[in-house]
């Protein structure tokens, strides 16, 4: 029975989760309002049918409320309890979200992973491994297909590879079978009211699993493993200390945090029955993601890493411990209140950091960390400078054998459309440099 049929439906936001559910509800026969912040005319409207929807669109497109609806579908970046979303659910609307009706009606296998940092890294490992083996396996939402498009391709034998946000997670009320928990710290405190928040939501990935789904945790680090006490299913411990040798030999995939990926993804297909053979040989051939620790070129014996998605100061201090050469970092972009003491600390006592290039908003908050931290270095601030400029003076300043790193440790919206158009401006400036 389709429940949706002749439903009144809002949808709110209009990324690729908010497209994907109107595309799936205008299918299901619902009615479908779109609610956007965004002016109309900025809408991608290219795969959608904008005659079949209601728009209510510009930056004041809730100050009506949203009422008189069956269903409203709330899209990641949307607060589930803002004042309009809480007045509808009492008002009698069903909330739910794109990701929420996938686990409705997949009749899959899903396989949930959630972190801080390494979600995507992780999920595509695991999906190559299974892929490898001939699985029929599909990898979806932020680095994948979206979840609702797939749903006519799956049958009881699928298996479904997807990176779970605490956007995603907060208001979730049934958990994966397999559930991947990598190191959690934090993240997105410019959007949940306080740090147990975020935790809270990130717990839902196990809090509903039955007795025979499966737990893969990151043991290493206590907040994941204060994961094992939230499910009743069977719990995998994973590390990368505990990881076997041949897994961390002839690797592609560069950086001592993508062991604990590795870790991650080998103790989750395992659980699938996968053959060591079959999980060495695509862990070896692994490239990893683009914007992660990606080499964007060589000019005159110094080489470039792109590291744009590292949006907190976590990922950063992976990025910086990943290398054993002279090192120039680029730090800095809009603030989504972190604290980058740690960052500030690490960074004073890496003795193979030779420069930093602070940019964006962040800049004062980041150097204010240096000196608390008594970083004894020359830091060099740009204002909102292009990126052109930046790697130039990156490689001016870069000494033939050194690294010149991307790894900003904050989001990118001060300067750029997303952390993807950060990295590759970053590339293009470094293949403009070496013409």
Not at 4 to 12: E, G, L, R, T
Not at 14 to 33: C, M, N, P, Q, S
Not at 334 to 357: P, R
Request: proline share 3%; hydrophobic share 35%; glycine share 8%.
């Amino acid at each position: 029975m389709n429940k949706y049929k002749d439903q009144i439906v809002a949808v709110i936001g209009f990324g690729i989760e908010g497209k994907d559910a109107i595309k799936y509800l205008l299918e299901a026969g619902a009615l479908v309002t779109l609610f956007d912040k965004k002016e109309e005319s900025e809408l991608d409207f290219s795969d959608v049918d904008k005659t079949k929807i209601k728009l209510v669109c510009g930056e004041n497109y809730l100050n009506d409320g949203i009422v008189d609806f069956d269903y409203i579908v709330r899209s990641p970046g949307v607060y589930p309890y803002t004042r309009e979303l809480v007045d509808a659910k009492n008002s009698g609307s069903l909330i739910t979200s794109a990701v929420k009706i996938f686990f409705d009606e997949c009749q899959g296998k899903i396989i949930g992973v959630t972190g801080t940092k390494g979600k995507g890294t992780t999920s595509t490992l695991i999906y190559e491994i299974l892929k490898a083996d001939g699985r029929d396996v599909y990898l979806s939402g932020n680095i994948g297909k979206p979840y609702l498009e797939l749903l006519p391709k799956l049958n009881e034998n699928s298996l479904v590879v997807m990176e779970m946000s605490s956007f995603q997670l907060i208001d979730m009320r049934v958990s994966p079978h397999i559930s991947v928990v990598l190191n959690i710290t934090e993240d997105h405190m410019d959007w949940h009211k306080d740090r147990e928040e975020y935790l809270d939501a990130k717990r839902n990935i196990v809090r509903f699993q039955k007795q025979n789904d499966f737990a893969v945790i990151n043991e290493e680090y206590e907040t994941p493993k204060s994961f094992a006490t939230n499910t009743i299913g069977q719990v995998i411990f994973f590390s990368k200390q505990k990881l076997e040798q041949k897994y961390k030999e002839e690797l592609l995939l560069r950086g001592e945090h993508n062991l604990e990926n590795i870790a991650a993804a080998v103790a989750t297909v395992k659980c699938i029955g996968i053959s060591n053979d079959k999980i060495l040989k695509t862990v070896q051939s692994f490239k990893g993601l683009e914007h992660r620790l990606e080499l964007a070129g060589e000019i005159n014996g110094v080489k470039f890493y792109n590291d744009s998605f590292a949006t907190g100061p976590q990922p950063t201090i992976a990025a910086i411990n990943s290398f054993t050469e002279p090192e120039t970092i680029i730090l800095g972009g809009s603030d989504k209140g972190l604290d980058y003491k740690e960052l500030g600390e690490v960074i004073s006592k890496k003795e193979n950091i030779k420069h930093i290039i602070l940019i964006g908003e962040t800049k004062l908050k980041i150097e204010n960390s240096l000196n608390i931290a008594n970083c004894k270095l020359e830091i060099i601030k740009l204002e909102k400078t292009d990126m052109t400029k930046i790697v130039k003076i990156a490689h001016q300043i870069t000494e033939p054998g050194g690294v010149v790193i991307l790894s900003p440790a904050s989001a990118s919206f001060d300067m750029f459309k997303n952390y993807k158009d950060r990295g590759n401006q970053f590339k293009e400036a470094v293949v403009s440099l070496k013409q």
